[in-house]
């Protein structure tokens, strides 16, 4: 069985088209040692929970991306270290 998207239903009276968590954020700038900020960019099923992909600028306002992962959606594990990316097929990047 899926672990089921988290929702509120909209807040009473509001007439907006997107609303946010009452909690917000779910996840503080500083939940990992070396982050000045952190920014959800990417979340998805994956097996019985969720992963997703964060931007996090570290204190010297370096960005990176790290991958977490979380049981409910709401409460998250992000790595502590960046996903490393390795160079692939530049020749596809030549638009000559």
Same mark, same amino acid.
């Given at each position: 069985?899926?672990? &089921?998207? &988290? #929702? +509120? ?9 997107? #609303?946010? %968590?009452?909690? !917000? &954020? /779910?996840?503080?700038? %500083?939940?990992? &040692?070396?982050? !000045? ?6 979340? /998805?099923?994956? *097996?019985? *929970?969720?992963?997703? /992909?964060?931007?996090?600028? =570290? $204190?010297?306002? +370096?960005? =990176? ?10 409460? #998250?594990?992000?790595n502590h270290e960046?996903? $490393?990316?390795?160079?692939? =097929?530049?020749e596809m990047i030549?638009?000559?």
């Open positions: 069985m899926l672990t &089921p998207i &988290p #929702w +509120q239903e909209r807040p009473a009276g509001s007439k907006d088209i997107m #609303w946010r %968590y009452t909690e !917000n &954020p /779910v996840i503080g700038r %500083y939940d990992i &040692p070396s982050s !000045n900020s952190i920014f959800n960019s990417a979340v /998805v099923r994956f *097996g019985d *929970g969720f992963a997703g /992909v964060f931007r996090c600028d =570290n $204190k010297r306002v +370096q960005m =990176n991306i790290f991958a977490g992962f979380s049981k409910d959606g709401i409460h #998250w594990d992000i960046p996903i $490393k990316f390795v160079p692939g =097929n530049t030549d638009t000559g």
